[in-house]
């Protein structure tokens, strides 16, 4: 009788996490969704041992919810030389890492540069690793309108999105996991590419948000100067199939925005063209 593959997904309790979980365990893998809450914690190595235990594949989708540089680093960096070490000890033969498009561009993101060395970590381990780079989520749309918020107006800076549906990645995560092929680093994002400005207009028409959006050309991504394509992939490896106008009408959607108001703006939605 073959033996079932098992994997371990770190922060399996977060978003992406969760859903790399539900997938694996539904193509019948044995999955061990470690996180904090279920004993493992990275930064200590507590768990580590017994989590990896008959792993043939982990995958971390583990954060921290900060924007200090030096607790970044600590997290990342710490967190990922606990769990290189535990994973060669345990004879896991695959590691895939949950990064971000562009992070190895913008080192005057604070969050970026930690995630860069996170993936150095994961290069140097000796363990066959697949890095992948996401694009921003849907998910996040909400966030990144209040990163430039200023009362009612947003000024964004003048760069590109492709985002991707949560959903999407986590899928993409569990493919690669399960894959045969392991290749060293994958690029995903959304079907759709337009500016941040018109990204966060089709959002504040979802939910009739009356805040007024004004590019700002001399606007950082949150510390790190931007170019127009900084943030996109120039050709993604993998292309989430949600668009913008079917993921606003999940569940999902209505609970990152707030609203209930889908129905009367996802036919406009679906007519939309991205600039």
Excluded at 21 to 41: M, Y
Excluded at 127 to 132: F, H, L
Excluded at 173 to 192: F, K, W
Aim: aromatic share 6%; net charge negative; with cysteine.
């Amino acid at each position: 009788m073959s033996k079932v593959m098992k994997a371990v997904v770190l922060g399996g309790s977060g978003m992406i996490g969760s859903i790399v979980v539900r997938r694996l365990r539904e193509s019948g893998i044995e999955v061990v969704a470690a996180s904090r809450r279920s004993g493992v914690d990275t930064m200590t190595g507590v768990g580590l041992e017994a989590a990896f235990s008959g792993a043939d594949v982990v995958v971390d989708t583990s954060d921290v919810h900060s924007f200090d540089e030096a607790t970044l680093r600590e997290f990342f960096s710490v967190s990922g030389e606990n769990v290189s070490k535990a994973e060669r000890q345990a004879g896991v033969r695959h590691h895939v890492t949950l990064s971000i498009v562009g992070v190895d561009q913008l080192p005057g993101n604070p969050y970026y540069k930690a995630k860069f060395a996170q993936e150095n970590v994961a290069r140097a381990s000796g363990i066959s690793c697949t890095i992948v780079r996401s694009a921003q989520f849907f998910e996040f749309l909400p966030t990144i309108a209040g990163g430039f918020t200023k009362g009612v107006a947003v000024n964004p800076p003048d760069a590109l999105l492709q985002p991707i549906a949560a959903e999407n990645v986590g899928e993409i995560l569990a493919d690669v996991a399960v894959g045969q092929t392991i290749e060293s680093l994958l690029q995903i994002a959304g079907p759709e590419r337009a500016s941040i400005g018109n990204w966060l207009e089709r959002a504040f028409a979802v939910t009739n948000d009356g805040r007024n959006v004004v590019v700002d050309r001399d606007a950082t991504w949150f510390g790190a100067p931007l170019e127009q394509g900084s943030l996109v992939p120039k050709h993604p490896d993998r292309v989430g199939a949600t668009p913008f106008s079917e993921w606003v009408s999940t569940s999902e959607a209505k609970r990152v925005l707030g609203t209930n108001r889908y129905a009367e703006a996802s036919v406009d939605l679906a007519k939309q063209v991205v600039k």
